[in-house]
């Protein structure tokens, strides 16, 4: 089930690290989250409000939406 309050962080993965608009985000009441950033590649890091965390790698591209699911015990 989607989680809300979920908090969303990046950590820009490029040399030189690219400039990062916000901290932080939060998911929805559907469990979404969007945040446009500049081109390149980032480690997105999700954690839970019951303090779960999972991380991937994903690439941002102008124009482009990425749909990134990850999945966290409630």
Do not use: C
């Amino acid at each position: 089930a989607p989680i809300e309050g979920v908090s969303v962080t990046v950590e820009s993965l490029d040399n030189p690290p690219r400039a990062i608009p916000e901290l932080a985000v939060m998911t929805d009441s559907s469990g979404k989250f969007s945040w446009p950033l500049p081109d390149g590649s980032y480690k997105v890091t999700v954690v839970s409000p019951a303090g779960a965390r999972k991380s991937r790698t994903a690439t941002a591209q102008q124009g482009r939406t990425r749909d990134l699911r990850f999945w966290l015990p409630h």
